[in-house]
Nanobody, 128 residues
Framework: QVQLVESGGGLVQAGGSLRLSCAGS????????MGWFRQAPGQEREFVAA?????????YYADSVKGRFTISRDNAKSTVYLQMNSLKPEDTAVYYC????????????????????WGQGTQVTVSS
């Protein structure tokens, strides 16, 4: 059974940084792409970042976070990270780690429908 557990959320002032972690278990972690999504109160879940399988040589970002957030993975630890710098109040949301059912390339890395396993979420609050 695939399980994803996020950690690292919290309260930070605008301009600050946080690093989120997502530990996966239940299958060969390196064979699967991974993604991060977020959902603010009253809004739909939105794509944040994704990373390709294996060494993660390809990364994908929402325009709103490009240049500020970095996604990476450590397959030896079965963990994917989201380094968030220059945080803004509009980054406040619950952040979810996500994994697809299919191995290797998943085609559309930006769509939530490409991902089938989700973590419980971790709250990120950025104060102004």
């Amino acid at each position: 059974q695939v399980q994803l557990v996020e950690s690292g959320g919290g309260l930070v002032q605008a301009g600050g940084s946080l690093r989120l972690s997502c530990a996966g278990s239940g299958r060969t972690f390196s064979s699967y792409a991974m993604g991060w999504f977020r959902q603010a109160p009253g809004q739909e879940r939105e794509f944040v970042a994704a990373i390709s399988w294996s060494a993660g040589s390809t990364t994908y970002y929402a325009d709103s976070v490009k240049g500020r957030f970095t996604i990476s993975r450590d397959n030896a630890k079965s963990t994917v990270y989201l380094q968030m710098n220059s945080l803004k109040p509009e980054d406040t949301a619950v952040y979810y780690c996500a994994a697809p059912w299919a191995r290797y390339d998943i085609g559309n890395y930006y769509s939530a429908s490409s991902y089938h396993y989700w973590g419980q979420g971790t709250q990120v609050t950025v104060s102004s």
